[in-house]
C-alpha cells in the first residue's frame, strides 16, 4: 500500500536488522506499524528508534491491555486510510479481503472493557462516495440457521457493507482519540459480534466468491 514499506525496507534504510525491526513492530515502538498476512508494514516517514533504549516489556495487565488497544486502533487506521482511497477495483481485491480479515481476528483478541458515558456515535449518517468498479450487489441467505423456507434470500451490496463497517470503526476510533481507550475497545469489540462483524464476514465471503469463481464481471 502506498505510503507504508517492509521490514526489510526498513532495516535497509536505518542500518539495523530485519529481526531487530521485527522487534520493534512486537514492542509497539513503530508509531503506525501494522501487520498485514503476517508481514509486518511501516509507515515511509517513520522515525527510527533509539536501539540502546529498549523498552522492557509491558509486566501489567493494563500495559498489556493498553497495548492490545494501540495495536487494533492502528489496524483500524490502516484500513480506514485504505478505505479513503475511495476505489474499490478488482487489483485491489486481496488486499481489501486481507484487511477485513485482519480486523475481524484481531477484533476477536481485545480485552473486555466496560464503555463511559460519552456517546461518540454521529448525529447524522455519512456515506464515503465509493467509486466501485466490481460488481456491487450480491445475494446471501439472512441466517443460514433458520429452517424456513420462504423469505431467506436477501440481496447485500459491496458499498453499502463497507461504508456500515468504516462508520463502526471510526466510532471506536474517535473514543481512542479522545483518550477513551477503553471505550473504543468495548466499541469494536461489541460491534465484531453483531453489527459490523456480519456485514465484515457476508462481505468477505461476497469478495471471495467474486475472486475465485465469478470474476469481475
Not at 44 to 61: Q, S
Not at 168 to 194: C, H, S
Amino acid at each position: 500500500m502506498n505510503g507504508y514499506i517492509t521490514a526489510q525496507e526498513a532495516a535497509d534504510k536505518w542500518g539495523i536488522t530485519v529481526r531487530q525491526v521485527q522487534s520493534l513492530c512486537k514492542q509497539n515502538r513503530i508509531k503506525g506499524a501494522v501487520m498485514l498476512s503476517r508481514i509486518w508494514l511501516i509507515p515511509e516517514k517513520a522515525e527510527k528508534p533509539t536501539i540502546n533504549r529498549i523498552r522492557k516489556p509491558a509486566n501489567t495487565e493494563k500495559e498489556i491491555m493498553d497495548l492490545d488497544i494501540q495495536h487494533y486502533y492502528e489496524v483500524v487506521k490502516y484500513f480506514c486510510a485504505f478505505i479513503e482511497e475511495l476505489s474499490i477495483s478488482e487489483n485491489r481485491l486481496e488486499e481489501l479481503m486481507s484487511l477485513l480479515l485482519l480486523l475481524y481476528e484481531n477484533a476477536l483478541h481485545l480485552p473486555d472493557t466496560e464503555p463511559g458515558e460519552v456517546d461518540y456515535a454521529l448525529e447524522e449518517m455519512t456515506f464515503l462516495p465509493l467509486k466501485i468498479e466490481i460488481r456491487d450487489f450480491y445475494w446471501d441467505i439472512y441466517d443460514p440457521f433458520d429452517d424456513a423456507e420462504k423469505d431467506k434470500l436477501v440481496c447485500g451490496m459491496i458499498s453499502d457493507d463497507i461504508n456500515d463497517i468504516y462508520r463502526d470503526l471510526q466510532e471506536g476510533v474517535r473514543a481512542y482519540e479522545a483518550g477513551d481507550k477503553n471505550t473504543a475497545a468495548w466499541i469494536w469489540k461489541f460491534g465484531v459480534n453483531g453489527h459490523w462483524g456480519t456485514h465484515t464476514v457476508n462481505l468477505i465471503k461476497a469478495l471471495h466468491w467474486m475472486r475465485t469463481a465469478h470474476g469481475t464481471s
